[in-house]
């Protein structure tokens, strides 16, 4: 971030020498790249950048409201014309608005800024398309582009950005970053600074998504029910929940996921490394989990519980799975 700020800092003459004409933030999906190079957009738009940039001048609200005559974001296409950074792609009709874009002058700003973005979606005649713009873009132009990893894109491309890696940042720099910027509840940015794994882009975007809270509220209550059940009660739980999603393999595999991290929570507090745990709003269920099984059922169901998980990925049915998965689950003692 402090290079960042150094690039966004004017000289004497309310120029920026350290500004370069194109960059390319790369790293795994939810770091934050996006917000990224929209924060730097947003820096060298803002007319008292200091140098963060203030949010309440004209020029960030017309960014921020998605208004800014001087910005552009790409992002990748389905097949209907809808944005989709999962399945889209990046097509060669957006490299024409792009160059028609980057052509005309600067209409509020010293600066014409593009954010493309997950250039890895991108299809060659999209960047083939852009070379010559990436190489010798006028002179008021940034274009800022994001990307998982820079192999995945032309060489020839690659050479004309400068890079900026993303590396995951600890718990302790999202949770600041949640409550000072963000206003995010000391709670909330806590559990959601353990739940990201380093990804502050996914803390971020997730922060008020009711979805998530709602999500993860269904998985521990169906949880909670399924470790003190009978074996009888868990197979009918696997099925109706198999039943409720049936064609969803993307909803069963949240829950698995959820329960892949609350029983590595229990494993960690059995080894006396409860400072790693994720779950944190969990620990009270989780600490008389721990007490009621042993170490090694617990160990034996993650390793089944990350083979669900790859499968779930591979279409393997949803009943088959959580069938195995409830018929492995460890048994609470009935005293800790």
């Not at 004017?10 to 190079?37: C, I, N």
Request: hydrophobic share 40%; charged share 20%; with cysteine.
């Amino acid at each position: 971030m402090d290079f960042l700020r150094e690039i966004v800092r004017p000289d004497a003459q309310g120029a920026y020498p350290r500004l370069r004409h194109a960059y390319l933030f790369t790293g795994e999906v939810g770091l934050g790249k996006s917000t990224l190079a929209r924060w730097l957009a947003q820096a060298l738009f803002c007319v008292a950048a200091e140098p963060d940039p203030c949010g309440a001048c004209r020029h960030c609200h017309a960014l921020q409201s998605g208004n800014h005559p001087d910005f552009l974001q790409i992002d990748p296409l389905d097949s209907q014309g809808e944005a989709n950074r999962q399945r889209g792609l990046l097509r060669v009709d957006q490299a024409e608005a792009i160059q028609h874009h980057v052509a005309l002058r600067p209409f509020q700003s010293r600066h014409r800024i593009i954010v493309i973005r997950d250039l890895h979606l991108a299809h060659e005649s999209f960047l083939n398309k852009l070379l010559k713009t990436f190489e010798e873009p006028p002179r008021s132009v940034v274009l800022l582009g994001t990307v998982i990893h820079p192999s995945r894109l032309l060489p020839t491309l690659v050479s004309r950005c400068q890079m900026l890696p993303l590396k995951p940042v600890p718990p302790g720099g999202i949770e600041m970053a949640l409550t000072t910027h963000f206003g995010t509840p000391p709670e909330r940015a806590v559990l959601l600074a353990r739940l990201a794994h380093g990804r502050i882009g996914w803390a971020i975007v997730h922060r008020s998504q009711d979805a998530l809270w709602e999500s993860r509220q269904q998985s521990r209550e169906l949880l909670a029910d399924m470790v003190s059940a009978s074996m009888v009660r868990r197979l009918g739980l696997a099925d109706s929940l198999a039943r409720q999603h049936q064609g969803d393999t993307g909803a069963v595999l949240a829950h698995v996921d959820f329960w892949t991290y609350w029983w590595r929570d229990v494993w960690l507090h059995q080894l006396s490394q409860a400072d790693h745990c994720v779950n944190v709003d969990c620990m009270v269920d989780i600490q008389d989990a721990a007490r009621r099984t042993q170490p090694a059922p617990v160990t034996d169901f993650l390793q089944r519980l990350e083979k669900a998980q790859l499968h779930l990925r591979h279409n393997v049915n949803a009943r088959v799975v959580l069938t195995n998965l409830m018929l492995h689950m460890p048994v609470l003692s009935r005293t800790a």
